[in-house]
């Protein structure tokens, strides 16, 4: 059992910043890769962030040069630090945690935290 809870979530104006946080309960949070993904009003969820348990970052182009991923194994917790948002990049936010045994991968979602760029 992995529960997630992502935090940090809120209203903002475009060119504003947030910080979201992927709390995970598991002790193990060190062996497990970390995503963050969005869901917008009518689209799919994609990617915005991946980080390995070694500490690899790979960001999809919407986020490259606005957006950090990083984690903190002793607190069992990600983060996503979003700087100079966008109108576009409001969506729900979901914090994936993916453990692979041999070829085979296991995911936790949490569920979600909203966040809104708007004037």
């Known amino acids: 059992q992995v529960q997630l809870v992502e935090s940090g979530g809120d209203f903002v104006q475009p060119g504003g910043s947030l910080r979201l946080s992927c709390a995970a309960s598991?002790?193990?949070?060190?062996?497990?890769?970390v995503g963050w993904y969005r869901q917008a009003p009518g689209k799919r969820r994609e990617l915005v962030a991946q980080?390995?348990?070694?500490?690899?970052?790979n960001y999809a182009d919407s986020g490259k040069g606005r957006f950090t991923i990083s984690r903190d194994n002793a607190k069992n917790t990600a983060y996503l630090q979003m700087n100079s948002l966008k109108p576009e990049d409001t969506a729900v936010y979901y914090c994936?945690?993916?453990?692979?045994?041999?070829?085979?991968?296991?995911?936790?979602w949490g569920q979600g935290t909203k966040v809104t760029v708007s004037t």
């Open positions: 598991v002790s193990i949070f060190s062996s497990y890769n």
């Open positions: 980080i390995t348990s070694g500490g690899r970052v």
């Open positions: 994936n945690a993916r453990r692979w045994i041999r070829f085979s991968s296991y995911d936790y």
